[in-house]
């Protein structure tokens, strides 16, 4: 067996919500040309033990994952196998795993439009509240670029206060 490919980066694929592309080095000892290799490529969800494995990635250094879920966080690992030392037909033995790499994928533009149609979805709560936040935002932040939660947090403070502003910035706009 050999060490596990090294140098492992995951990356995003432009805007391509559904996409992360993913590049690797071979160990050193693959790097000999009396050597091939084969990969497989793991990935799973931030919040999932499941792992998902890719066999058939062959001889490349480089993969790209795609049906993913937009603007989530996957782990991402490598493995190799020398595959005909010394044009010995044999297969080798799996390295372990490389070290888990990670990268989000964008978020997707439905995911983020406030549409007030689907105001009847889980996430009506949250929408409104978001719709609320960025109306309290314009009207105290003066154009300023940098948001943070410093500022959600004392605009949730503002909320609490005063149920009257809350009832109107929360009302439908038809």
């Known amino acids: ?31 000999d040309f009396l050597f091939k290799a084969k990969y497989q490529i793991r990935y799973r969800l931030e919040e999932s033990q499941d792992w998902k494995v890719m066999n058939d990635v062959g001889n490349q250094t480089s993969c790209r994952l795609a049906g993913l879920r937009p603007g989530t966080v996957y782990f991402v690992q490598v493995r190799c196998n020398p595959v005909g030392i010394y044009g010995s037909r044999k297969a080798g033995i799996w390295s372990e795993w490389s070290h888990p790499t990670a990268a989000s994928t964008p978020h997707s533009e439905r995911l983020m439009s406030c549409d007030s149609k689907s105001s009847g979805d889980s996430n ?14 314009k009207k105290h932040a003066y154009g300023c670029s940098s948001m ?21 910035v929360g009302s439908p706009r038809g």
């Open 1 to 31: 067996t050999t060490d596990p490919p090294s140098g492992v980066t995951v990356s995003r694929v432009g805007q391509l919500e559904d996409q992360l592309s993913v590049r690797w080095e071979a160990p050193p000892a693959l790097k």
């Open 124 to 137: 009506s709560t949250l929408r409104r509240e978001l719709k609320q936040f960025l109306g309290w935002v």
């Open 148 to 168: 943070s939660m410093k500022l959600y947090d004392q605009w949730r403070v503002d909320m609490q206060k005063s149920p009257k502003t809350r009832n109107q």
